[in-house]
């Protein structure tokens, strides 16, 4: 739940109970709690008993034992979780001996206090568990995540589950070198130490204690924090949306706003898409819910059906990097940098509307080529009526109440023209806003600001009440409760997916190897002596280098452990190159995204292709055509960070911590007019490069024409002016003369 004030206080009167908590459960308790009830939630809804319901009897108790095997386990670690965990100690609890630990223990520092002159503790650090589960933890611990891989393959398929059981597998084997041969004279890539000498294997239960215990990478760590407390509400607001009468209102809006466009139903498909992506954040699904309407409506309008299909996958892709949800992997990027999410945010707008610009251009052109006519009049089936512009209230009125809380500073509450007028008592001193109180609503509001998992739930709890809009909704209400608990199995069967991304976090942070990589790749590139622009140089050798790993990782499994695999290998190797942390990270979850429309296992294209019918490799390469700038935007903000608009994006990776400095000609302000000028040339080549791709422009382009644009596409957007204004020129001249020379060719 927000923070929601007097609530807290409320309770505790009512009930006279000042340990009940409502809200804000200590996560010791809390989080294995949680994820033993989302793992029975995996099995109840991916259950191989029921799956074998019709087989053999010996088939159906195979199934029951796997499904049962999966809940031993997920109990084993939840209680494993509390029994070694230093804060809860749980055996030590049920026999006594936690408390009298903590007895002995403030004794001795009261008794410390009282010779050094100290002020008298009132508590102690937590001590360690004296009863345990001893060598039995590496056991339990390995065979569970033998069976949370296994339940892995059948949820989410191999891919994710074979790129962590190489990582594992490679995890043991360097820990066996170790084991057999020692440290002396190894390849730091074929060892990995677990202590000293002697070489004894059980010097390693620490590392699989920490695997366990760790918040910040064990397999009850930060990822089951940021889904349970950020990512949560976001899920739930899809399912509501997709149960919502909202999707066929807005279809029917993007379709009426585009009827003047040549594009038409295409135009429609990337602003439905585009809004419903920011939403469900998933390309598949999106594809799935906007496609069924929207490829049907291209392929009447004269669009072929592989076309039809690369644009509705394009542009469900590009709904994962539409402010302002932008889909899981937006916030595990926010928690991983840092960077709080309505920052993300504002540094998502110009490269997604980019993005939107060049798929935009590219259904003109394609349009164009094709002799493709505006639609003009309104037909019967764009006619807007009354309900749906309700409908349309609930999908429009959660993100903006997002928009508002995400993006209001709880500094400002109470100080603006309204702060007065909602009970806000303040004094202005020089200027400056002094808030004496606040009204109970700007508390509220206050507590909300700038919190994505608060502003989330408030969401939430405003489209659970406009959902009765619909009289559909309110003759069969249990249709909101369902939604609800097909969120619950989304978060359930998500987390399952993070513990083998948390398999191959902390099997990377246990052998080294990312800082290995990271070392060697820097020493690489130094080597090369490029000359006085090698560092530009070393950037963009890296930077292709980390696109095709975040492409390759993303092949076949989602966009969030694509990225984060990606981010944990190259993410230290750009940064060491001068990108800034944030921009190395909004790079990789770029690439993360666009291996859902990358041929050859592209899960967008192939989900577009189930509904067109067509080949999935045509799709998939029509889809990475009219989305292509999903390529080329994520370099250009690399080089260019003032694109993201925000300090971070800016700041050296190599300053020291507590120590603030800018990469060199930045000072982590934005000036417009240098960054207009920035977005002219941007805005240039991404017409250049879809009218080249397109290979036409008015009429149909020789081949030297389209080659010479996408070869002035790199050169408008070099850094120096002696290279990029003649670019510019030729740019506009070879737009200008194109459409003077001769009238437009209509192409079949």
């Known amino acids: 739940m927000p923070t929601i004030p007097g609530l807290d206080a409320a309770v505790e009167n009512i009930t006279g109970l000042d340990w009940l908590a409502i809200r804000q459960f200590p996560t010791e308790y809390f989080y294995p709690l949680a994820f033993f009830v989302m793992m029975v939630i995996v099995v109840l809804g991916q259950s191989l008993w029921v799956q ?406 408030w969401a939430v709890a405003l489209l659970l009440g406009l959902l009765f809009l619909d009289p559909e909704m309110r003759a069969k209400p249990a249709n909101a409760l369902h939604a609800l608990s097909e969120a619950g199995v989304t978060i359930s069967t998500l987390y399952l997916m993070f513990l083998a991304v948390s398999i191959i976090d902390f099997c990377l942070s246990f052998t080294g190897l990312p800082n290995f990589i990271t070392i060697d790749v820097l020493t690489w590139l130094k080597s090369l002596s490029l000359g006085d622009g090698g560092s530009i140089l070393f950037q963009f050798l890296a930077l292709f280098a980390t696109m095709l790993m975040a492409v390759l990782l993303g092949m076949g499994m989602p966009a969030v452990p694509a990225y984060i695999n990606a981010s944990l290998l190259m993410g230290p190797v750009l940064a060491g190159l001068g990108v800034s942390i944030f921009t190395a990270n909004m790079f990789i979850f770029y690439f993360a995204v666009a291996s859902a429309i990358t041929p050859p296992v592209a899960l967008a294209a192939f989900a577009a292709a189930s509904i067109t019918k067509q080949d999935p490799m045509a799709t998939s390469v029509s889809a990475v055509r009219s989305g292509i700038a999903m390529f080329i935007i994520p370099f250009v903000f690399a080089l260019y960070p003032e694109l993201l608009l925000i300090e971070q994006a800016q700041i050296d990776p190599s300053a020291r911590i507590n120590e603030k400095s800018y990469l060199p000609g930045y000072d982590g302000s934005v000036y417009w007019g240098e960054l207009s000028l920035l977005l002219a040339r941007l805005l240039l080549a991404l017409y250049l490069l879809a009218s080249a791709l397109a290979r036409f422009d008015g009429r149909a382009l020789p081949m030297w024409n389209w080659s010479l644009r996408l070869v002035l596409v790199v050169l408008i957007l070099f850094f120096s002016p002696y290279i990029y204004v003649p670019a510019v020129i030729v740019g506009l001249a070879m737009i200008a003369l194109g459409r003077i020379a001769s009238p437009p060719l209509r192409v079949a």
């Open 52 to 457: 074998f319901a019709k087989d053999a009897q010996s088939k159906r108790l195979l199934g029951l034992a796997f499904d049962l095997s999966f809940i031993v386990a997920a109990f084993a670690i939840s209680a494993t979780y509390l029994i070694e965990l230093q804060s809860v100690c749980l055996l030590d609890q049920i026999s006594g001996e936690r408390a009298r630990l903590i007895e002995d223990l403030l004794k001795v520092e009261k008794e410390n206090a009282l010779l050094f002159g100290l002020p008298e503790p009132s508590t102690v650090d937590d001590p360690d568990c004296i009863a345990n589960t001893g060598p039995w933890l590496v056991a339990i611990v390995g065979l569970s995540v033998v069976a949370f891989l296994a339940y892995n393959v059948r949820v989410w398929g191999l891919p994710l589950v074979m790129v962590a059981i190489l990582i594992a597998g490679y995890t043991f084997f360097t820990v066996g070198m170790w084991y057999v041969y020692g440290a002396d004279d190894m390849n730091k890539y074929l060892i990995t130490k677990l202590g000293g000498e002697p070489r004894l294997l059980s010097d390693g239960r620490p590392k699989v204690h920490d695997i366990l215990t760790n918040n910040a990478s064990g397999l009850l760590g930060r990822f089951l924090h940021i889904m349970l407390n950020t990512i949560f509400p976001y899920l739930i607001l899809g399912a509501l949306f997709g149960a919502s009468a909202g999707g066929k209102s807005l279809i029917k809006l993007a379709f009426r706003s585009t009827r003047k466009l040549r594009g038409g139903p295409a135009h429609a498909a990337i602003v439905s898409s585009a809004m419903f992506g920011t939403i469900s954040g998933g390309p598949v699904v999106n594809v799935l819910s906007t496609g069924v309407l929207t490829i049907p409506m291209m392929v009447q309008r004269g669009f072929s059906k592989v076309f039809a299909g690369g644009v509705e996958s394009a542009a469900s892709s590009g709904g994962s990097i539409m402010p302002p949800v932008m889909g899981v992997a937006a916030f595990i990027l926010a928690a991983l940098t840092g960077v709080p999410y309505n920052q993300v945010i504002i540094a998502a707008l110009i490269p997604a509307a980019a993005y939107f610009v060049c798929l935009f251009l590219s259904v003109v052109f394609q349009s164009r080529k094709q002799g493709i006519e505006a639609i003009g009049d309104l037909t019967e089936d764009m006619h807007i009526s009354r309900q749906d512009l309700l409908n349309l209230i609930m999908i429009f009125a959660p993100i903006m109440l997002i928009l508002v809380l995400l993006l209001t500073s709880k500094e400002s509450v109470g100080c603006g023209f309204l702060g007065g007028l909602l009970g806000a008592e303040r004094t202005f001193v020089d200027g400056k806003c002094m808030i004496a109180s606040l009204s109970w609503f700007q508390q509220l509001t206050q507590a909300t600001a700038g919190d994505a998992g608060s502003a989330g739930w």
